[in-house]
């Protein structure tokens, strides 16, 4: 009798494992589970935000497009009908330097011509320069390091730079703004301040133009956010980690 009470202690000990093993694989089994949903889930969503991003981007080409269509259209060729009309030698030369400053002003809306050979910071003072004669600009920049980034790197910040002067000068209603751009060993930090009427941050992200400076910024990995500019104006900051 000893003998079988002491045979059934073994398969009762192998059971109790046995039942402890499957519910400890079945918990598993249910974090796995959990864990691939997730993953799942995540894939997903940034998949849709990235047809999000890509509807976006063939929007905001559409839009380059026609706006540059309609600059050659009004601006360019009219000038150039002017220019056939003219009989007077004065006339004549004076509509054809318009026309090749205007030429030259879509050209460069293109494709900055000082990309390839300029700093980020030279890059955006010729951009300022003419600016000048309109509004009061400070503009501030740091960079002791002398710090040289690629040329796509350039013309994405470059972009997403001129992106919110236009924003200023379209919406803005000031004669001044201020540009602060500081370039250290690991990052980058822009600053734009405008201190005009303001705007309200809920609208902020509805323009293409936002969009745009999205999509730029995901190029890059840059992060960026629109604030009130107290007690007047806006501000935008853009901190962008070129070390990651």
Not at 40 to 61: D, G, R, W, Y
Not at 76 to 97: D, F, P, R
Request: glycine share 4%; no cysteine.
């Amino acid at each position: 009798m000893e003998n079988s009470e002491e045979s059934l202690i073994p398969i009762q000990w192998i059971l109790g494992n046995l039942v402890l093993f499957l519910a400890l694989l079945t918990f598993i089994g249910l974090l796995v589970r959990k864990y691939i949903q997730r993953i799942k889930k995540e894939s997903e969503l940034k998949l849709e935000h990235q047809q999000v991003l890509l509807e976006n981007s063939i929007e905001i080409q559409e839009r380059e497009r026609n706006r540059i269509a309609s600059e050659i259209h009004d601006n360019l060729i009219a000038q150039l009908y002017q220019v056939k009309l003219l009989n007077n030698e004065k006339e004549l030369s004076s509509y054809i330097t318009n026309s090749i400053q205007t030429a030259r002003n879509i050209s460069h809306e293109l494709s900055p011509p000082l990309i390839e050979n300029h700093t980020l910071e030279e890059v955006f003072e010729a951009f300022l320069f003419p600016l000048r004669k309109q509004y009061e600009i400070e503009f501030l920049h740091t960079n002791p390091n002398g710090i040289v980034f690629d040329n796509t790197v350039k013309l994405h910040l470059f972009r997403i730079f001129q992106e919110v002067i236009t924003n200023i000068q379209k919406h803005a209603k000031t004669e001044k703004f201020s540009v602060s751009l500081k370039i250290n060993l690991n990052y980058v930090l822009l600053v734009i301040k405008d201190f005009g009427v303001g705007f309200q941050s809920k609208n902020i992200t509805k323009g293409l133009g936002s969009k745009n400076i999205e999509l730029r910024a995901k190029q890059i990995h840059a992060h960026y956010k629109f604030k009130e500019n107290k007690p007047h104006g806006s501000k935008f900051l853009l901190a962008y980690d070129y070390s990651i």
